[in-house]
């Protein structure tokens, strides 16, 4: 077989005790060099393979802050109804333009839900652990919210790798959350976080977020505002 047959792939990978690497697979020898991790951080593409795991790569104590999911689904015609183990039931189907029966939100709008739930609940945890100041975040209030995505990427034909060159994933969210915070849950007033508490809280919250960690590395731009809930609306 010719060098030529084997891809040149990149991955990076998490060791616990050295910290990232980049793992280079070329004419079917893999090497492992040593890779800052803000080499990576400005680049969607790569931030996604970041975190992908070999069985020989990662520490066996990783297992134990592994979080799993579990779900149950069954499709008739376009819809889907969806059981989880926590004993909820989702449902989706696709508007009667598309060939659906509009009978339940689109998946794509189940996923802005889910990054809105998600952003919530973890906006809550980062408020309280941001030092010197803890910020009790009461409530969020997402204003206006649109995702774009360019529906080439799921309807381009024929079916082959070779002419599918527009990406099918979510490429744009816009929009504004208000965020009302507190300081005291005794206090009435809401705060008026600084630009950096704004900004810390929005960087970390897209961070920690999965459903929001998951978009970012995908290549989807979150064009979306953080702004104190108590100024005007």
């Excluded at 183990?85 to 009667?96: A, F, Q, R, S, V």
């Excluded at 034909?157 to 208000?178: A, E, F």
């Excluded at 459903?211 to 290549?219: F, K, L, T, W």
Aim: proline share 5%; glycine share 6%; charged share 20%.
């Amino acid at each position: 077989t010719s060098c030529n047959s084997y891809p040149t792939t990149i991955m990076f990978s998490r060791c616990r005790a050295t910290g990232w690497f980049r793992s280079t697979m070329q004419h079917g020898q893999r090497t492992l060099t040593k890779s800052p991790i803000r080499a990576v951080l400005s680049s969607p593409s790569l931030l996604s393979r970041m975190f992908f795991f070999t069985a020989n790569e990662s520490n066996e104590d990783d297992g134990k802050y592994l979080k799993s999911y579990q779900l149950e689904g069954k499709g008739q015609g376009s819809k889907v109804t969806i059981t989880t183990n926590t004993g909820h039931i989702l449902e989706t189907d696709i508007p009667k333009s598309m060939g659906g029966d509009n009978t339940a939100p689109q998946p794509v709008e189940t996923l802005l839900a889910a990054w809105m739930g998600c952003t919530q609940a973890t906006s809550i945890f980062v408020g309280r652990q941001m030092k010197p100041k803890r910020v009790l975040v009461e409530k969020l209030l997402f204003e206006n919210i649109q995702a774009f995505r360019d529906e080439r990427g799921a309807l381009q034909l024929p079916l082959d790798n070779s002419s599918h060159k527009v990406p099918s994933r979510v490429q744009k969210v816009t929009g504004t959350i208000y965020i009302f915070a507190k300081s005291n849950r005794k206090n009435k007033e809401y705060l008026h976080l600084s630009n950096d508490e704004l900004k810390i809280l929005r960087e970390q919250t897209e961070l920690r977020c999965p459903v929001a960690n998951m978009m970012i590395a995908s290549g989807c731009a979150m064009d979306v505002e953080w702004v104190n809930g108590s100024n005007p609306v």
